[in-house]
T-cell receptor, first 109, second 113 residues
Framework: DAKTTQPNSMESNEEEPVHLPCNHS???????IHWYRQLPSQGPEYVIH???SNVNNRMASLAIAEDRKSSTLILHRATLRDAAVYYC??????????FGTGTRLKVLA | KAGVTQTPRYLIKTRGQQVTLSCSPI?????VSWYQQTPGQGLQFLFE???????NKGNFPGRFSGRQFSNSRSEMNVSTLELGDSALYLC????????????FGPGTRLTVL
């Protein structure tokens, strides 16, 4: 089975950039890469998504490798509110989200 | 605009029983997806509905089923509950496409004794 792997946990100092990596064992040319994050006792919330090229929004940036088998979520200046579990997701075919294992981000004051 | 709501928030059942969970999407959203979240398996896709039709499903046994009504509200049903079905069940809604942002509800915590 195709797997999406992420480090179990990462730490960052407040106001410093954070790079969260993700690897896909298999990804097709039409699969989108999404990132969501989940705070305790809440459902996941959208962060960013992309297909082939790098993407930016007000929350983060997404860098996608040329072969698309890896991507990196970049939080430019981590805040305490960014502490959460971050999920990298491959949308397989259509309408089917395959979640990665998730990275628990700890932000140190 | 009201968010995705799920009812009930907590549920306790015993093995062999069946359960129905409900999800009300954001107004105007026509796609509803269901996920199971457990500590061991993480977040796993169950199925997705659009305009009352199931468009895709994950790798779950037939005991897990769902439906969507004409107002886009959705229900999922689990029959013959097993201990391993204890999980947080999350519902997400989006406008229509896989590239549209999914908005998740708070989930229903199901405990099977």
């Amino acid at each position: 089975d195709a797997k999406t792997t992420q480090p179990n946990s990462m730490e960052s100092n407040e106001e410093e950039p954070v790079h969260l990596p993700c690897n896909h064992s298999t990804i097709s040319g039409t699969d989108y890469i999404h990132w969501y994050r989940q705070l305790p006792s809440q459902g996941p919330e959208y962060v960013i998504h992309g297909l082939t090229s790098n993407v930016n929004n007000r929350m983060a940036s997404l860098a996608i490798a040329e072969d698309r088998k890896s991507s990196t979520l970049i939080l430019h200046r981590a805040t305490l509110r960014d502490a959460a579990v971050y999920y990298c997701i491959r949308s397989s075919g259509t309408y089917k989200y395959i979640f990665g294992t998730g990275t628990r981000l700890k932000v140190l004051a | 605009k009201a968010g995705v709501t799920q009812t009930p928030r907590y549920l306790i059942k015993t093995r062999g029983q069946q359960v129905t969970l409900s999800c009300s999407p954001i107004s105007g959203h026509r796609s509803v997806s269901w996920y199971q979240q457990t500590p061991g398996q993480g977040l796993q896709f169950l199925f997705e509905y659009f305009s009352e039709t199931q468009r895709n499903k994950g790798n779950f046994p037939g005991r897990f089923s769902g439906r969507q009504f004409s107002n886009s509200r959705s229900e999922m049903n689990v029959s013959t509950l097993e201990l391993g079905d204890s999980a947080l069940y999350l519902c997400a809604s989006s406008l229509a496409s896989v590239t549209d942002t999914q908005y998740f509800g708070p989930g229903t915590r199901l405990t099977v004794l």
